[in-house]
């Protein structure tokens, strides 16, 4: 039995076999404007689901529980085990693999539906919950009964198909999303002490600098005399505490910025192309789709919150 507090002080109390029962099959919101997937929760039994390589153009978390079982994202691979929360931007390639048996709760949401960018002030999920080219891209979660209590709520508003359930769902999304945030840097922070050698401040300065200048370096060997420290060297402190290559750092952060650009503004591809050091347009919608998956026009048109004014 799991006792708690919901996130507005409602006591509460949960039997986990009680709650997936509550809906063992996905509930889903469909935009009747375009007809594609709003919103969508579902409780599963295995990761069939998961077990390949995919790309949504929705935002995806999947609160998960199991022994052991491998996560792929971005091509890294990752081996977890017991309560994680694994949370994936739209188009971010992701597979997650087990022997063992694995159960949890999935959560979609369209970008139409709840834009994160616009809630940046509030939230602060993009660059880190979402979007972050530097960290891990999921945490564990010590405090499951909270993340439950919220997906019962979420559930039970699905459910009414009532007057205002857009901003009722969002409301109970933005708490979800504060929670997992607040969780994720408990769980940063347990990490920093692990990193704690002369290299880390190297790492800190490649982090910093990419992160002003990824608009006009775009190579590793440019970093590198930013930093006065050898490419070799570079790379092998990149993959020593990150898994990652130094090209696949500096790609990252300007796939970013170039999904914010096509996400939130209607600037032509060449404009986009142009703010992040490209001069040959071609060229960077090539970057683009071998990165993301699609072109720079068809990640707007499924996901750019700014393809609502053209249309």
């Known amino acids: 039995m799991i ?13 986990l076999n009680e709650l997936k029962n509550k809906f063992s099959m996905a509930q889903i919101i469909i935009d009747k404007q375009n007809g594609e997937l709003a919103f969508r929760l579902e409780e599963f039994n295995d990761l069939s689901q998961f077990d390949h390589l995919q790309r949504r153009n929705y935002y995806s978390i999947v609160l998960l529980c199991g022994i052991s079982y491998e996560l792929s ?37 369209h970008p139409d539906f709840f834009c994160t960018y616009r809630h940046q ?3 602060e999920t993009e660059g ?19 993340f439950l209590n919220l997906i019962d709520q979420i559930s039970k508003e699905m459910d009414k198909d009532s007057i205002a359930q857009h901003e009722v769902l969002v409301a109970f999304l ?92 209607s600037k032509p591809v060449k404009q986009v192309a142009a703010f992040l050091g490209y001069d040959d347009e071609f060229y960077f919608s090539r970057f683009f789709k071998k990165k993301v998956g699609v072109s720079p026009d068809i990640y707007r048109k499924t996901v750019g919150f700014a393809k609502l004014e053209s249309n």
């Open 128 to 146: 880190f919950l979402f979007n972050n080219f530097h960290g891990l891209p999921y945490f564990t979660v010590k405090e499951q009964s909270l």
């Open 73 to 109: 994202v971005d091509f890294q691979s990752f081996e977890l085990q017991g309560n994680q929360m694994i949370c994936l931007a739209p188009y971010q390639p992701f597979m997650i693999r087990s022997e063992e048996k694995c159960q949890g709760y999935l959560l979609n949401f």
């Open 121 to 123: 002030n509030e939230i």
């Open 3 to 15: 006792k708690g507090r919901s996130a507005f002080g409602t006591p509460f109390l949960l039997n």
């Open 174 to 265: 933005k708490v979800f999303l504060i929670e997992a945030v607040r969780h994720k840097k408990q769980f940063d922070q347990q990490l920093t002490p692990r990193l704690s050698d002369s290299k880390t401040e190297i790492l800190q300065n490649l982090v910093d600098a990419i992160e002003s200048n990824y608009c006009k370096f775009h190579s590793p060997q440019e970093y590198a005399d930013e930093l006065c420290v050898s490419p070799k060297t570079l790379a092998g402190i990149v993959k020593k505490y990150l898994n990652q290559t130094t090209s696949s750092l500096i790609s990252h952060r300007i796939i970013i910025e170039a999904k914010r650009e096509l996400y939130l503004t």
